[in-house]
């Protein structure tokens, strides 16, 4: 039987909107294989929430697959051992999908180069910042071209580590994305096109420095301030305590300090600033993922 493991992800990194995303050693481990009906356990994060029937999207994922090769969809008995937070801004539901894809391919004997499943995978998550790196590890930079999807996977850089401050509240990507206008100002879509050319140019260099400077956003972290208490306070700590860079993890709430090596002082930064606005969290220290979903 097929057992996945997968990488939860941060997307955007700060100005790459829907370009961008690195995989974080923080994992999913999803059991599926053919039944004569759907079961789903889920153990861990999402345990009463996750959904057990036909909407369950690793469940859709790997009926994708089926249908893709022409094979009628059976049930599937699928069993989630999940470690990352669910509607927090880490990948939870690209983890789903990106699970389904895997393991389903593997019940078939891969019929799918890895090149479909990325874009299988963007098709069914609706962006492709978080699945992409997902299945291929590292840092991707990610391009939807109507059904095509074009990718570049880079190396994350040596020496980088994450504190990751973690508010024990949700908040879906549909309400986050739903906050943002539909036009944006030319000079703020150069702010973020020049920052993101930079950002890849610097990792690629391994320029940690370079790529804190990078990180500022004027696309969607200031539209998403209302949603999140005390955002502008936790960002402000995280760098007062030495932080290259901070950022919205994804479409929020958690918030991801980028550092150059162990940190924990601005994990704990981050929490008291959280905390004085209300907002209880978690903190993780986290390092990027360079292996993507495999087989385990
Ligand atoms: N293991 C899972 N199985 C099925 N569905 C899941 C699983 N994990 C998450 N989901 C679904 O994904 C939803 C959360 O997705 P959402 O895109 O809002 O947040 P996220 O993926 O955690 O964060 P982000 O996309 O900002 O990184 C959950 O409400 C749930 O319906
Ligand atoms: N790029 C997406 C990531 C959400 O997972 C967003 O910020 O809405």
Redesign the pocket.
Known sequence: MPRVRVPA???NLGPGFDALGLALELY?Y?SIEEAPELEIT?QG??EN???RGPD???YRAAAAVYARVGRKVPGFKIA?E?H?????????????VV?GLVGANALLGYPLPQEELVSLAARLEGHPD?VAPALLGGLVVVVLNGQQVYYQRLDPPPGLSLQVAIPHF?????V?RGVLPAMVPVEDAVFNLSRTALLIAAAQAGDLELMGKAMEDRLHQPYRLRLIPGMPYVFEAALKAGALAVTL????PAVIAFCRGSLPKVGKAMKEAFEEHGVKCEVKELKPASQGAILC
Do not use: H, K, Q, W
């Open positions: 992800t941060t997307a999913d999803v889920v994060e999402g929430s996750i959904p369950n999207i690793a989630f999940n990352i937070p669910v509607a927090r801004g880490l990948g939870s539901s690209a983890a789903a699970a978080n949700t908040l879906s990507t549909r986050s993890s994804g479409s929020g």
